[in-house]
């Protein structure tokens, strides 16, 4: 029984000492591989450029994207040492991605910096109202470069940048054509048939009373009468067009 206990008693320690390594040895990496972190989650449209801009140019620059969902496909572009002509107007690091299809991807850019240093984040594209909805009226436009955030300065040292991106497609534009319902070609014909029948009464209508006018002095309230019977008609067919309407999509 004593032999058991002590059996129990040194596997029980040994997990312990070998999970406080574990741990230990993560926290070490942690220091030593990353160092400072900054993290965001940031929302975007397929086939546009985000774009991390530093300055001053930073040492050691790195940058991996790993697709969390399936089939995704980006480009993804580093540069040490850049002379942005546009946005920044000096000597940068920089970091472009482009992801061509909706999904989420986790980007990870990391380097060295030997002085106080800043960064801008932004996209390059035309879809201004996408990103004002989302990010609100704080965001500024630079032709087609669109400023998500202020520039932040950060101390020397090495750093990581952590992004998740969450990369949405373009709602395709909806046309006046599309959005118009027909009912089934049975339902559009009985609708045709019953709108042919109050045409031809309303045009009997009108025309009687139009030479009846020729010859006789007819009342006002006669052509009232035939103003009111071509609204009720015209009111009874849209009435009837949506009753048609929902049969139709009642019966699919």
Known sequence: MSSYSFFTKYLLFSLLLVMAFHFLLLDASFLI???NIERYRLKMLENDILTIYLSPPVEN???RCTPITQNGVYSLSIATRYLDPYVMRKEVSAVWIQPTKPGIYNLTIRFFSNQTWEYLLGVYSRNYDFYSDYYGKRIEVNKFFIKLQD???RNMGEWTINI???VERMAAPSS???S???PTPVNFAIFMAVLGLMMYMNSFLIIDTYFKSRREMISRSRWILVALVAFI???IAYQLYGFMIQLSFTGS
Do not use: D, H, R, T
């Open 180 to 182: 118009i319902k027909l």
């Open 176 to 178: 006046i054509f599309s």
């Open 233 to 235: 008609s015209i009111l």
């Open 151 to 153: 520039p932040l300065s």
């Open 164 to 166: 998740m991106l969450i």
């Open 61 to 63: 620059l790195s940058a």
């Open 33 to 35: 591989g990353e160092g």
